[in-house]
């Protein structure tokens, strides 16, 4: 399998930080991703080996954990995943029953690897029936994005969530995403649920460093020029696009953290940074 049919090694490196958090599904995808990986599928080995997953985990965990945290707590029966890339999410929030419908739409690369490592999984549980929807779609694609919320009851509301997309997006590519969400979101109501708030600051964590060289060099993509310059810089971006920002922290789930734990990191510094992290939750101004 070659080209965009290939696990990208940020998308690897979400998984593998998910496998240590306690969060449901996380290892069994990973163990597929390992399987597929030696087929010849994932990523080059000296390219995910730059960055440790270990690095990231608490917050690959923390935005996870906000975003269902959030779900559950406004009561959204429908979710939609943009660039849901190989998120446990939808098996999760599906099989828990606190969603009736689930789709994830990502690349089709990524959504044909998804299929497979979900086929895996369900075979496992021993289900036929099931709402988890996989959808091919760019989010920059106004069309994909409608069709994927097809299987949705418009009389319903609905979650759109997004974790980790934002930062790879130019400031253009940013609007033109929150402007296809906003068209969604004024047929069937609801709110969109990001942690994807990334500013500059002028303390720099040598993971972050690393993190960013290592993602530019594959991708070309200058994540500093991609980050807010402030959260209150986020706040009107969003507003000038006609939303309604509720701010809420990842420090709300702080306590839930058990990576910090199994990795052996400093539990205090890491709700510390956590408090400051804003998650959005937006709706449409004037609703």
């Known amino acids: 399998m070659e080209g965009n049919?290939?696990?990208?090694p940020t998308a690897w490196m979400v998984a593998e930080g998910r496998t240590f958090s306690?969060?449901?599904f996380s290892r069994e995808?990973?163990?597929e991703v390992q399987k597929i990986g030696r087929k010849g599928v994932g990523p080059d080995p000296d390219d995910v080996e730059k960055i440790t997953a270990a690095d990231l985990a608490p917050r690959f965990e923390a935005r996870y954990k906000i975003i269902n945290h959030l779900v559950r707590g406004f009561g959204f029966r429908q979710v939609l995943e943009i660039a849901s890339g190989l998120t446990p999410r939808g098996i999760e929030m599906t099989e828990e029953g606190s969603v009736d419908t689930y789709v994830e739409m990502d690349l089709p690369g990524i959504i044909k690897i998804k299929r497979m490592i979900v086929k895996i999984i369900y075979r496992e549980l021993?289900?036929?029936k099931r709402r988890l929807f996989l959808e091919e779609g760019d989010a920059l694609d106004n069309k994909a994005?409608?069709?994927?919320?097809?299987y949705f009851d418009a009389a319903r509301p609905i979650a759109v969530v997004s974790e980790g997309l934002l930062r790879y997006l130019n400031f253009k590519e940013k609007a033109e995403v929150a402007r296809n969400i906003h068209h969604l979101l004024a047929v069937f109501g609801g709110a969109w649920i990001t942690p994807d708030v990334t500013?500059?600051?002028n303390r720099r964590y040598p993971y972050e460093a690393r993190r960013n060289e290592y993602i530019e060099r594959l991708t070309?993509?200058?994540m500093e020029k991609n980050k807010f310059e402030s959260v209150g810089a986020a706040q009107r971006f969003f507003e000038e696009l006609g939303f309604r920002v509720e701010q809420r922290m990842l420090g709300e789930i702080a306590d839930s953290l058990v990576s910090p734990g199994i990795l052996g990191l400093p539990v205090s510094d890491i709700k510390k940074?956590?408090?400051?992290?804003p998650a959005f939750v937006l709706s449409l101004s004037g609703k």
């Open 5 to 8: 049919k290939k696990i990208s």
């Open 22 to 24: 306690d969060i449901p």
């Open 29 to 31: 995808i990973f163990r």
């Open 126 to 128: 021993k289900k036929k």
């Open 145 to 150: 994005v409608f069709k994927a919320a097809g």
């Open 199 to 201: 500013v500059r600051s």
């Open 220 to 222: 070309g993509i200058d």
């Open 273 to 277: 940074r956590l408090e400051k992290s």
